[in-house]
């Protein structure tokens, strides 16, 4: 029985075990979008580019449901569910947890979370919203766009916040930690795919295709690598942590860090998967100068490694956001960087992983009704990637794309 199947069948038979949930609450997102778009084969069809969609028409971004059930006063259950028209059987779990939170006796507030969720490590996203979709742009950051994608916690979340309004203090502190399995394929993209732009949120049990590069094609050196990957799968049977902090002074900022080790070993390949050690360092900060200006920047380094040194590479990432109200909408910019480099121990010269680039996004947000939002976003984005080569590609890409995003809350 999979990790999914127990998560679901644990929270049915919490929900089962109550005389009827106290309160359920349903809410959902459903975004239509017209994209018009200059840009090589999208990862999603076996390529190399940047983007989401290499095509430009009429597309369902996403259809995303959320449910929430009360079970008693202090505990509740919450699955997540997403459609899209570039997904692999159209329909996929996101998320499916069990979160206990106890009343809280002062300024301290406590919450566990078990089951399979997104780690609080974006200030782009807001990651107790439906779909976990950013509101200011179409695109996520290259930093939340991995995440959403190669990323997810299947285990058990404790955080404990200190609200300093309520305690007569300008300072708010929190503290987060978690233990999980289930993510010993994280890296895999970053390696050999690397950074991407896009709001995309990989289901739990979605295989993803790679590109068709001869390091793990038949006869090549790492053939043992099926080119389908289950981000999303336990290899080693070891946990992996992170550790969180986060602190805010009265309102105005908020600053948060994290450390992340899955812990894997990287010697262990099972049913043509095999296990990556990736780490890294989180730091976020948000600051609310007034003039109705919101500025945002979230930066990130770490390895990831495969095999005796076979794949070893670094990857770093970091962007700035800013959003001032013009008009009677909200008007963002944002500038990302990112960089993929590979180890002085990495072994296969056979296998270029480096990658390096930079992306700007200028987007205009409108709300039509109190359901009813309208997104618009120039996305450009350049890159270099010498593997590109390989599958026929140039190493040297501009790609940009314009869509308008029409979401409809419910």
């Given amino acids: 029985m999979s990790f999914l199947t127990r998560t679901l069948l644990s929270i049915a038979l919490a929900a089962a075990a109550m005389p009827a949930a106290r309160a359920i609450e349903v809410h959902g ?163 050999w795919r690397g950074w991407t732009l896009s709001e995309r949120i990989t289901s739990l049990t979605e295989p993803l295709r790679l590109s068709g590069l001869p390091v793990y094609a038949s006869g090549g050196p790492l053939a043992r690598q099926s080119q389908t990957i289950h981000p999303f799968r336990e290899i080693d049977d070891r946990l992996g942590y992170y550790v969180g902090a986060s602190y805010g002074y009265q309102g105005w900022i908020t600053l948060t860090a994290m450390q992340y080790d899955n812990r894997a070993n990287p010697l262990i390949v099972e049913d043509r998967q095999y296990s990556w050690r990736t780490r890294f360092q989180h730091l976020g900060v948000r600051l609310l100068p007034g003039a109705g200006w919101e500025l945002l920047a979230q930066a990130m380094r770490g390895s990831t490694l495969m095999g005796r040194d076979a794949v070893y590479v670094n990857f770093d990432s970091w962007f700035l956001l800013a959003s001032h109200r013009l008009g009677p909408g909200l008007a963002t910019v944002r500038y990302d960087h990112f960089a993929v480099k590979e180890d002085e121990d990495d072994r296969i010269a056979r296998d270029p992983n480096m990658e390096h680039g930079r992306a700007l996004a200028l987007a205009y947000a409108l709300e039509l009704t109190d359901s009813l939002n309208l997104v618009c976003e120039l996305l450009q984005v350049k890159s270099e990637r010498p593997a590109r080569a390989l599958i026929g590609v140039a190493p040297q890409q501009d790609e940009r794309s314009l869509t308008a995003s029409l979401r409809w809350h419910f």
């Fill in 29 to 191: 997102l459903v975004d239509l979008r017209a994209v018009a778009v200059d840009a090589s084969p999208s990862w999603l069809h076996e390529g190399l580019g940047k983007l989401r969609y290499d095509q430009s028409g009429l597309r369902l971004g996403q259809a995303t449901v959320s449910a929430a059930a009360d079970l008693s006063d202090t505990v509740s259950a919450t699955v997540v569910a997403n459609a899209s028209d570039d997904r692999r059987g159209l329909l996929g779990v996101n998320e499916a947890w069990l979160g206990w939170n106890p009343i809280p006796g002062g300024a301290w507030k406590t919450r566990v979370k078990a089951g399979a969720f997104f780690p609080a490590s974006s200030l782009e996203l807001d990651y107790d919203s439906v779909g976990w979709t950013p509101s200011r742009t179409v695109s996520s950051s290259a930093i939340n766009s991995w995440i959403g994608e190669e990323l997810r916690t299947k285990g058990l979340e404790w955080t404990v916040q200190r609200n300093g309004r309520l305690a007569g203090s300008p300072h708010d502190v929190g503290l987060s930690a978690a233990v999980f399995g289930w993510n010993d394929e994280t890296g895999t993209l970053l390696a």
